[in-house]
């Protein structure tokens, strides 16, 4: 999934880069811009365990003739556990997925789980 990377030179100055899966950061990475120092700490900081949402388009398309434009399914899976994932099985308008996305942004994926679960638009279209 990849990793934030927080440095630190000499002088105390801080700077910080994203590096994908496993890397760790090169020479240039690992040298000060202000005074061109090498790191003194170099610190890996994982990724948070928060829900990445997808927008899947539903419209399907068949010689020329389409439907459901502009319907989404909205999925989030954990960025820690990749086997765990949710998807809509009711596609919904393009402002729908992104009040229920809202809903499940910045939260541990327990609780994000726990909130697609109560606030899932698919209830409401059971209820219905
Ligand atoms: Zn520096």
């Known amino acids: 999934m990849g990793a934030w990377w927080r440095m ?3 002088d105390a100055h801080l700077w910080e880069i994203f590096l994908e899966g496993d890397a760790e950061p090169n020479e240039e990475q690992l040298t ?14 994982p990724l948070a365990d928060q829900a990445t949402i997808t927008f899947i388009p539903a419209t399907w398309e068949l ?3 389409k439907g459901h434009s502009d319907q989404y ?3 989030m899976h ?3 556990h990749a086997e765990q994932s949710h998807r809509l099985t009711h596609p919904v308008t393009w402002e729908e997925a992104i009040k229920f996305a809202s809903l499940l942004k910045g ?6 789980t726990r909130r697609w679960e109560r606030l899932s638009p698919d209830r409401k279209k059971q209820r219905n």
């Open 107 to 112: 939260i541990p994926w327990g609780q994000a």
């Open 63 to 65: 010689e020329g003739s």
């Open 73 to 75: 399914f909205v999925a």
């Open 78 to 80: 954990s960025s820690k």
């Open 32 to 45: 000060c811009q202000e005074d061109h120092q090498p790191a003194v700490t170099a610190t890996r900081l």
């Open 8 to 10: 630190q030179c000499e």
